[in-house]
């Protein structure tokens, strides 16, 4: 397993400079962005000495090597901050107090991934079986009414804005038919089950679009393997159409499945804002976007870092899972 | 079947309806407009092989695949009546097709590697066919994969059936098909060109084994191949297709002996013999002997007395061995590819001279560094140590006056661009910029290969395999080489394009003083061209000499080996050469 346990140690380091790398460049955007940061924060009715004193405090005078030095010296070794009356100790790795509410952005992302988790794993599961299920059927039935009906329904899913899917889903479902109410998050922890209730339509609306993709990109990619030379070998041997399809050809397509799913898994974290609004979830996604208006700068390094390590983490998965898949890949 | 016309006649006299195993009546196969097999009807008995021989597009692939139906629901229309097995595979439905497939006529193909699926152990994929065609249990199946493994000479059959197919080298995957093949010992065989893919001594290892498995068997062969010696090799009978039709078909025998029609014998004679001299080059070179033979005395005057010997002893064409002033020389050529622990040399240690109006062969097989040798010649690549000295001068990087032509005259080629603005990119490189003069020289150049000046505007897809091939070569000739390195330049043509692209090389030669470089895997087309001779295996030269000694006075036992491989077209020649293969592996 040496190879394996070498992968994963290069992997790690990988991961750890493509981090930094991303906290550098969100540091240098919001140094460049205009506006007085301190004023934000403040508030509109802070008179200048407020607004002198909060920009001391959240040292927004000192240069930029020095912030970023700060906020490497918390990731490290845990930063003690003051709130005026108390001084707060932040244990590493500390992503710094968030500017809008002095709590902890480790705490913050603490509350709020639990929510993208759920949400986008879910859906994956769902995005999957419909789209490679579908895939898999058109490719099979190819040439048929079969596939045409799903070539259309494809294009259909792929060209519907998320909100339109959703607030259809819920005006129907929970509106007219009242077969669920309408979506509030609770806690796995809390109830498993009506986690999963109140997760259906929002895992069902994000699933549907992203399914749309999957299933043309599985189709052709079958269609691809069905034309190769190890086909033609099992046909020429009497394999049955359907074993060739479901065994032979999938297994061959899945390359670029299982690449597309990284990507969208990696980038739906952070990035399912529509989804995560509409419904009232309170994710990552819904967060950043809201620390992005205020120039909360602590919070938008945190966030934009667990998603980067999202990223990275699910396109290392789709590497172990591209060797598991096809033993001629060697991890390196 | 009693009102219907005998057509496998001689085969079929016992009258029995059992003993047809293949009848093909009136078979015609069509893509779209285009008809690829026109009017066909042959038979094969019980046991009996038959070889369909034919270049590229005379349809004789598509007879193979129309035997099991293989163009059903391809859109491509079938016409008259195909039985095999007692299947009548037109009439047949996807169920009874299916139970003919791999059961009772099995299929091997071409390229072993595509041919196997790459996703799933060897020993699996056999246990599928298997298990498809029988009602066994999967340890059963397994079981069954490891016999036939084990049967076709596959080494620790039971480790070896859990390897997938990359982990196999061409002539164990072939070996593996074979396999597959024989997994249900069906009654009958068709191997679409089963050793096309494969070196010359693997090549002959595949048709031992398929004689072998005929013999214990008693399976009939439908053996489809462009290789005349191969089927030689193989079969009791042999049909000749061109078009799409049968031009011939007859005992091997009486076919390779004596063709009865006139394409039968073009065909045969293009097929470069390993064991003939070089008849088509001598008559042109009695003029060209006299170019070297000025250089001898301003070269190397003392030398003169060797060739003045051969010429005494009645070899009028004897090479310039160590006559001629050397043009190319490489000393201690070494290549190394990889890094820390997986580096290999592909070429180690090789040192040559070439010297003026000579051809010098390379020949080895796949894996031989032979390419990557070519290569550093040229200065494609730089050697990891050694070095290559053009004209006495130490050469780093490319030179103009030492050019290549490649194998693949499709992809070496760039589709977008017309062919004389690819021959003239050697003209541009040196700083022409004149287009008038480009035109000119280009066009010249087309006609010297024996294409038209017209055709400088048109693109590779428009040409034929051969003719890309002469493009390939007037862009070797447009920067004015005095060195052109061919590598492969005509494995990838049928064999009668492959006498004219030879023909050309070897005029060329002779009216441009040009020294040849023939790296090849064919060792009848290499001897055919070739005054001097350098054998390769794993990146060493074995042997080297003048190509008739090496020839036919082989000195090292691989160079034996090679040359006992090559398929005679003599069928009674290949049984004796098999005989002796088979004590040498006894032994």
Known sequence: MSGFSGFLVRRAIGTVVTLLAISVIVYVVFYATPGNVAQITCGPRCSPEQVHQVAQQLRLDDPLYVRYWHFLEGLVAGQDYSTGTSVEHCPAPCLGLSYQSDRQVMDIILTKLPVSLSLVLGAMVLWLVLGVGTGVLSAWRRGRFTERLLTALTLAGWATPVFVIGLVLMIVVCGELQLLPFPQYVKFTDDPEQWAWNLLLPWLSLALIEAAAFARLT??????????????????????????????????????????NANNVGSAIGGAVLTETLFGLPGIGQELVHAVNVVDLPVVVGMVLVIGFFVVLANAVADVLYAVADRRVVLT | MSGGVDVSGRTDVSGGTDVSLVRVTDLSVEFGDLRAVDGLSFGLARGAALALVGESGSGK??????????????????????????????????????????????????????SLDPYYAIGDQIAEVYRVHTRVSRRAARARAVDVLDRVGIPDAVRRSRSRPHEFSGGMRQRALIAMALACEPDLLIADEPTTALDVTVQAQILDLLHTLREETGMGLLLVTHDVGVAAESVDEVLVMRHGRSVEHGPVADVLSAPAQTYTRELLAAVPRVDARRIAAKAGEETAAAVPAVSVVEDAGAASAVSATENAEGVPDGPPEATGHVVLEATGLRREFGRGKRTFAAVDDVSLTIRRGETLGVVGESGSG????????????????????????????????????????????????????????????????????????????LERVGLEGAHYDRYPHEFSGGQRQRVGIARALAADPRVIVCDEPVSALDVTTQAQVVALLGELQRELGLVLVFVAHDLAVVRQVSDRVAVMRRGRIVESGPADEVYDNPQDPYTKQLLAAVPSLDPQVAARRRAARRELAAA
């Open chain 2, 61 to 114: 692939s598509t007879v193979a695949s129309a035997l099991l139906g293989l163009h059903r629901g391809t859109g491509a229309r079938v016409g008259g009546s195909i039985e095999v097995a007692g299947t009548d595979v037109q009439q047949a439905s996807e169920d009874e097709l299916r139970r003919l497939r791999g059961a009772k006529a099995a299929m091997v193909f071409q390229d072993p590697l595509s």
């Open chain 2, 370 to 445: 032979k390419t990557t040798l070519g290569r550093m010649l040229v200065g494609l690549l730089e050697p990891t140590a050694g070095e290559v000295r053009y004209d006495g001068h130490a050469r780093v990087g490319v030179h103009p006056a030492v050019q290549m032509v490649f194998q693949d005259p499709v992809s070496s080629l760039n589709p977008r661009r017309s062919v004389g603005e690819s021959i003239a990119d050697p003209l541009r490189a040196r700083g022409e910029k004149d287009e008038q003069r480009i035109r000119g020289r280009v066009t010249e150049l």
């Open chain 1, 219 to 260: 189709r052709a990619s079958m269609l691809e393997t069905l034309a190769e030379d190890h086909i033609r070998t099992f046909r020429a041997y009497g394999v049955a159409e359907r074993s060739i399809v479901g065994r032979h050809a999938l297994r061959g397509a899945l390359a670029p499945v299982i690449a597309l």
